[in-house]
């Protein structure tokens, strides 16, 4: 799936299933407590800390799916095509690389 068609899809839901966007802060916040689920499952699984009772019920897949369906609510909410926007992101990343390091 392209991510014009995932910001589609997103759109399509919220506004039919899920009755509407929550407000943009409302979205960051979510998007906050999302990360966080992520980031306890990464701490417990490739860190240092050791899972307890029911921490790794949510697998890493769910929870980085769950960042990015927050990701392009926000997106969506404020205007961005997250596609254009990599495409800019990754265009001024490889600037400040040298010529022959680009290809790998």
């Not at 995932?6 to 929550?22: L, T």
């Not at 921490?55 to 596609?83: P, Y």
């Not at 800019?88 to 790998?104: A, N, Q, V, W």
Request: hydrophobic letters at 40%; proline letters at 2%.
């Amino acid at each position: 799936m392209e991510i014009k068609d995932a910001q589609k899809r997103v759109d399509e839901w919220i506004r039919s299933i899920g009755k509407g966007y929550f407000s943009e802060l409302t979205n960051m916040v979510l998007l906050t407590e999302e990360v966080g689920e992520l980031a306890r499952i990464m701490a417990r699984v490739y860190g240092d800390q050791v899972a307890k009772e029911g921490d790794l019920r949510k697998n890493l897949s769910e929870e980085l799916a769950d960042v990015m369906w927050v990701t392009i609510c926000l997106a969506n909410q404020c205007g961005v095509d997250l596609e254009e926007a990599l495409r800019k992101s990754f265009e001024k990343k490889l600037s400040g690389m040298p010529p022959d390091s680009r290809d790998s």
